[in-house]
């Protein structure tokens, strides 16, 4: 999340640390056997592990690769929980559709009119913090038109590793963003920023008088049935099996490798905090474009895309992504730091796929490295969406953290 379109995390694991595959069959499917060479491709160019969750006309398939913690020889568990990050917005844009039809909220008043403490534009509306065309800065940094980063919050470097457990509150995070200049004027471009989804929470809060969570967990996880979902607040651990995460960076040219799976993630709170598994997303995606959660016409808002530059297009808080084989898919990219998830699925939810990659041992500032990881990554996403190689070139499949 931290410079709003920015991949995020790569590692390099030997040959050695590779344990191969496990899987479960939901039924009778045949063996993915390019889906497995895919997830081993990208252990080999740097992931810790993978775990893949796919439902299409082949059949139901789970199955992972590599190892739950680097140097050991347990596997990846396909039911492990693990940091979702933005995916996290898609359900607060979920509960904010289920507010306007209650006629709490409208999407096309001003955010000021029901935060009036911040003293946003008038101009930016509901609809606009949902779909990241507000303009407002991204309070974990933005890339500059020249490449270089307008920083934020320290997330990057010896920096944030020494802040890893430090508690934000949500209104600091917003005031880090109001300090600094609008990128462009409200509804006049597209622009991820974290800044939007952390008003998004704050609303919510504001209509129901509870806090956001609350709302998320009577509104989605109960109905739903999602146990192995959670908001972990200020709360460093990461509850039930899990793989760990990894973050490599670098200090006057020596490399360092933490193990990142404690942190503290009020840092990305209704923007990104939220563990989960990808039986918990499947049923979500699932009740979610099902219309469970949703009316018709609140899915269909949730479903009106901006042009998104090289993401191509985005809703209310719902990407939409072309795999190169077919039907687009619907979902979200999410990525804290040592995790990186995707969850999408075809609007008839007929094809679906949700994926946890773990990151390992190397410095995603080396851009041989991070490239051969985010391709090898690439890979599994759309080979998982297609069942197969796709025929024409994959597009860049972007993380969103």
Known sequence: ???????????????????????????????????RQAMNELVTAGGAGVQVRVHDGQGNWAG??????????????????????SITKTFVSTVILQLVGEGKVELDKPVDQYLPRFGLDRRIT??????HTSGLFNYTGEVNPDGSLDPGIPLDGQEFIDKRFHTYQPEELVGVALAKPPRFEPGTSWSYSNTNYVLAGLLVEQLTGTDYTEQLSRRILHPLGLRDTSFP??????????????????????????????????????AGEIISTTKDLDRFITGLLGGKLLSPPLLAEMLKMAPAGELGAYGLGVQKMETGCGEPVYGHTGGIHGYQSFLFSTLDGTNRLEISLTQGDVDTSDPAAAEKYYR??????VVAACGKTPPVAQRQLVDLR
């Open 126 to 131: 509901v609809r606009m913090i949902l779909q």
């Open 1 to 35: 999340m931290s410079t709003g379109i920015r991949r995020f995390g790569t590692a390099v694991l030997t040959a050695a640390l590779v344990t191969g595959l496990t899987a479960t069959t939901a039924t009778a499917a045949p063996e993915r056997t390019e889906l």
């Open 376 to 381: 090898a990554a690439e890979k599994v996403a």
């Open 233 to 270: 607040g200020t709360r460093p651990g990461i509850p039930g099996p899990h793989a760990h995460g990894y973050y490599a960076y670098s200090v006057e040219g020596e490399r360092k490798l933490v193990d990142i799976t404690k942190l503290n993630p009020s840092w990305a709170t209704s």
């Open 64 to 85: 992972s690769a590599g190892t739950r913690e680097l140097g050991g020889h347990a596997k990846v568990p396909t039911d492990g929980r693990y940091r979702v990050g």
